[in-house]
C-alpha cells in the first residue's frame, strides 16, 4: 500500500467538475485534486511514529506560501493546471527528496520535477476550455497532506500537517 505527501486544494469547483469528466477513475479512488509533493512517500507499513514525526518537523519548519493555478497545459499523457509561482513548491519537493532520498519523486523516472495538479489523461481542448474562465484562482498551502492507499486503488486522507505558524 502506498502513500503520498500533496498539497490537496481545497475548494476545487470547477476543477472537480472536469476532473469527474476526465479523471473519474481517480476521483473515484478517492484521490482529491492536489499538488504532489512527494509521490511515492513511505509504503503505509513503513509509517513508523518516528517517520510521522520526521515529516510533521520537515513541514513545520517550513513557512505557509501562496500560488496561482494560472493555465491549463498538457504532457504527453497529462492534462494539469499550472501553479506559478512554482519557485517554493519545486523548493519543497527537493527539500523532501534531499530529507527523504529513500523515495525519489514519482520512483525516479523525471529527471525535473514539474509542480502541476493533475486534470485528466486526455482532452486538453475542452478541459482548458471549460477552465479558462476559472483562472488564475488562488491558494495558499499552509498543511500539506498524507494520503494514503488504505485499500488496493482506493485512498484517503490520513493526516493534514501543518507548515510553521507564521508570527
Avoid: K, N
Wanted: net charge negative.
Amino acid at each position: 500500500m502506498q502513500t503520498a505527501l500533496v498539497l490537496v486544494l481545497d475548494d476545487a469547483e470547477p476543477f472537480d467538475e472536469v476532473r469527474r469528466a476526465f479523471d473519474a477513475e481517480t476521483v473515484a479512488r478517492g484521490i482529491p485534486f492536489h499538488v504532489t509533493l512527494l509521490y511515492p512517500f513511505a509504503p503505509r507499513e513503513e509509517l513508523t511514529d518516528e517517520l510521522l514525526a520526521q515529516t510533521r518537523s520537515f513541514f513545520a519548519s517550513r513557512p505557509p506560501f501562496t500560488f496561482e493555478l494560472t493555465r491549463i497545459a498538457s504532457w504527453p499523457q497529462v492534462v494539469y493546471a499550472v501553479p506559478e509561482p512554482d519557485t517554493e513548491l519545486r523548493d519543497c519537493m527537493y527539500a523532501l527528496h534531499a530529507r527523504f532520498p529513500q523515495w525519489p519523486p514519482y520512483g525516479g523516472i523525471h529527471d525535473t520535477v514539474v509542480p502541476h495538479a493533475t486534470l485528466g489523461a486526455a482532452g486538453y481542448p475542452e478541459i482548458e476550455r471549460r477552465l479558462r474562465p476559472h483562472l488564475p484562482r488562488r491558494y495558499r498551502a499552509d498543511a500539506a497532506t498524507l494520503l494514503e492507499e488504505h485499500t488496493p486503488g482506493t485512498w484517503r486522507e490520513r493526516e493534514r500537517i501543518p507548515f510553521s505558524v507564521e508570527r
